[in-house]
């Protein structure tokens, strides 16, 4: 896991949202459980925001250099699957 969290110097921003009780954000709450220590530990100066609010369907962004933004929504998806979109995003910033 260590290797897929070491994001680029592209990467500005990574920024989650999410509801507190919902079981629709139950699988990203799980994620963050476990990849947030792994995922600061590796990129100790890149902000890795977490966004909570009622009702809120999970969705993950990330922010690029010159002000580019990409959004995954994480609403349905497995702790796996997940994992997998965060990967993608954090690649994207090559």
């Known amino acids: 896991m260590s290797g897929k969290y070491a994001f680029t110097k592209g990467l500005k ?35 890795i925001m977490i966004r909570e609010a009622m009702g809120v369907e999970p969705k993950v962004y990330a922010r690029y250099e010159y002000g580019r933004e990409k959004m995954e929504p994480l609403k349905g998806l497995d702790d796996k699957a997940i994992e997998n979109k965060v990967t993608e995003l954090v690649k994207a910033a090559q």
């Open 13 to 47: 921003e990574l920024r989650f949202h999410l509801c507190q009780t919902s079981e629709q954000s139950a699988a990203a709450r799980s994620f963050l459980v476990r990849a947030y220590p792994t995922m600061k530990n590796h990129n100790p100066h890149t902000p």
